[in-house]
Nanobody
Framework: QVQLMESGGGLVQAGGSLTLSCAPS????????MGWYRQAPGNQREMVAT??????NYADSVKGRFTIAKNNTENTVYLQMNRLKPEDTAVYYC?????????????????WGQGTQVTVSS
């Protein structure tokens, strides 16, 4: 079983910065892609940023402010969040598209972290 361990959330004033990190623990064969999603109270979960190899994708609302990066040696994904706004307040979830080994062959799974709270005060 693969678990994703997130860290780096917290309370910050508008205009400030935070960095989230996420790393998988457990046994897996490979990582296809990783990403960050967020869910604010009363809203659906939305994609914030994803990374697959060198290809990154961002929600329009965070382009130019957030940067996703991955350390391939440590399989850790980071989300650098700059110029934070109160509307960025949400629980941020790490997600990974992984291949795990089974006795029937490799299997592709989606894994999610528990979430980390980011609160931006005005």
């Amino acid at each position: 079983q693969v678990q994703l361990m997130e860290s780096g959330g917290g309370l910050v004033q508008a205009g400030g910065s935070l960095t989230l990190s996420c790393a998988p623990s457990g046994s897996f064969v490979s990582i296809n892609s990783m990403g960050w999603y967020r869910q604010a109270p009363g809203n659906q979960r939305e994609m914030v940023a994803t990374i697959n190899g060198i290809i990154t994708n961002y929600a329009d609302s965070v382009k130019g402010r957030f940067t996703i990066a991955k350390n391939n040696t440590e399989n850790t994904v980071y989300l650098q969040m700059n110029r934070l706004k109160p509307e960025d307040t949400a629980v941020y979830y790490c997600a990974a598209d992984l291949a795990v080994f089974t006795k029937w062959g490799n299997k592709r799974i989606d894994s999610w972290g528990q979430g980390t709270q980011v609160t931006v005060s005005s």
